[in-house]
C-alpha cells in the first residue's frame, strides 16, 4: 500500500508523466488513521523523484543535444533565463504541473545548491500532500 504511494508519488516528480494526488485521495479514504504516515511517504517519494531531475540536470548536461535528452534545447533556455531571474525561490513551485518538475532538473543545471533544494522542494511538496488530504477529507 504504501510502497505503491511512494512510486507513484517518485514518478510523478520525475519528467516521466504520472500522477500521484488520486493514488493518496484513494489510501486516505481506506487509511485515515495513518494519514501523516501517508503525507510523509508521498512527500519523500516526490522529494526523491526530484533529486534524480536535479542530478539529471547537474550530471547529464552534456548530452543536452542528444534526441534522447528528456527536454529540449530552447525548453531548457527558457527555463534557466526564468530561473535566474527569479532565483532558489522559484522551486517552491516545483509541484505545479507541467512547470514543477522542468525547475527541478534546471536547478541542477545552475548548480543550485543541494541544502537549499531540497528545503525548498520539500516545503512545496509537503504542502502540496497537505493540500490535498484537506480536500480529501472535506477539511477546506
Known amino acids: 500500500m504504501y510502497f505503491s504511494l511512494f512510486l507513484s ?11 500521484s494526488e488520486a493514488v493518496l485521495a484513494f489510501q486516505l479514504t481506506s487509511n485515515k488513521n495513518n494519514l501523516i504516515y501517508l503525507i510523509f511517504v508521498a512527500t519523500l517519494g ?3 523523484g526530484s ?4 542530478y539529471l540536470g547537474k550530471f547529464c548536461l552534456k548530452y543536452k543535444e ?9 525548453q531548457l533556455e527558457k527555463g534557466q533565463k526564468y530561473y535566474r531571474k527569479y532565483g532558489r525561490f522559484s522551486l517552491l513551485f516545483s509541484w505545479l504541473p507541467v512547470i514543477g518538475d522542468p525547475i ?16 525548498l522542494v520539500t516545503i512545496a511538496k509537503g504542502l502540496r500532500y497537505i493540500f490535498v488530504v484537506l480536500i480529501t477529507l ?3
Open 66 to 74: 542528444k534526441k534522447w535528452f528528456p527536454i529540449k534545447v530552447n
Open 104 to 119: 527541478t532538473l534546471v536547478a541542477g543545471v545552475l548548480k543550485e545548491p543541494l541544502w537549499s533544494f531540497l528545503i
Open 138 to 140: 472535506n477539511l477546506i
Open 46 to 48: 516526490n522529494v526523491i
Open 9 to 19: 508519488s517518485f514518478f510523478a516528480a520525475t519528467l516521466l508523466p504520472a500522477q
Open 51 to 54: 533529486l534524480v531531475n536535479w
